[in-house]
């Protein structure tokens, strides 16, 4: 239950840790992380080192240890905290790459991670690049942005893909761009998912099924649009709606534009 003592503004990000904990992060400085118990009980807040446009939320467990990668957009960082929030790394933006002319145009908006503890930064509200990590933290490679045909409001936040466990990928909400995108770990496109109508902003899978949660069905052009969720087979082809108009494809097997519709 939230009270005047915890402010929320701008909940970009939700985890649960092993414990059963629920965290949200907010960009309000006077509590960046609030953790609640299963009960929904406040059970902790803090803000350390203060994110005042924190934005993406990672929850990355090990055998031996929960962390948190935070992204912030004013900050232009992502920053690795313990769930008590220690800092135990940050990153910048990839220096060196000649893709970047200054700090400010690097505004990371997510965080994925793969089991080996590599992870891949979605630079999503500034060059649309996206940046590998080695476990260790150096930076590997950078791939993506205008020459990587990926257009700006694009790689927004997503998920590892392991459908093919031999073969994983990065599999992306393109957020104003209205489709999903399938990259290979190096970079290489693999697939594109239009989702016309929608702005998917981000994809989490639970048993076969994939669910994107779009911001809303005419962002930017509308802004108080409403949003919907959209309930995706393993193959991602959209088997429902949630809040949103019934999927339907033509006789060639293309998604017709899908919007936001009141019970």
């Not at 990355?60 to 992502?78: A, G, M, Q, Y």
């Not at 769930?83 to 990839?94: F, V």
């Not at 080996?116 to 630079?123: K, W």
């Not at 052009?221 to 193959?235: I, Y």
Request: charged share 20%; hydrophobic share 35%.
């Amino acid at each position: 239950v939230l009270d005047d003592k915890t402010p929320v503004n701008d909940c970009h990000g939700l985890a649960r840790s092993a414990d059963g904990h629920i965290i949200l992060l907010t960009n309000h400085v006077a509590n960046n992380v609030i953790i609640y118990d299963g009960r929904g009980k406040l059970a902790n807040k803090w803000t350390g080192p203060k994110f005042p446009g924190a934005h993406g939320l990672s929850l990355v467990r090990t055998p031996k240890s929960e962390s948190l990668f935070i992204t912030d957009l004013n900050l232009h960082t992502v920053t690795k905290l313990s769930l008590s929030g220690k800092q135990l790394g940050e990153w910048r933006l990839p220096a060196g790459t000649g893709k970047y002319a200054k700090e400010s145009d690097y505004r990371p908006s997510w965080t994925l991670h793969r089991a080996d503890g590599e992870f891949y930064v979605l630079d999503g509200y500034g060059r649309d690049y996206i940046a590998h990590y080695g476990a260790d933290g150096k930076f590997r490679r950078i791939f993506g942005g205008a020459e990587g045909g990926i257009t700006h409001w694009g790689p927004h936040a997503g998920m590892i893909d392991l459908r093919r466990p031999a073969a994983p990928s990065l599999l992306i909400a393109m957020s104003d761009q209205q489709y999903l995108l399938s990259l290979g770990l190096d970079g290489q496109k693999l697939a594109h998912v239009d989702l016309p109508g929608g702005n998917p902003r981000q994809i989490r899978q639970h048993g076969k099924n994939f669910f994107v949660a779009h911001l809303a069905d005419n962002w930017p052009k509308d802004r108080a649009s409403r949003g919907f969720l959209s309930v995706l087979d393993e193959n991602l082809r959209v088997v429902a709606n949630i809040a949103g108009t019934a999927p339907v494809y033509d006789d060639t097997g293309k998604l017709q534009p899908m919007r936001h519709q009141e019970d």
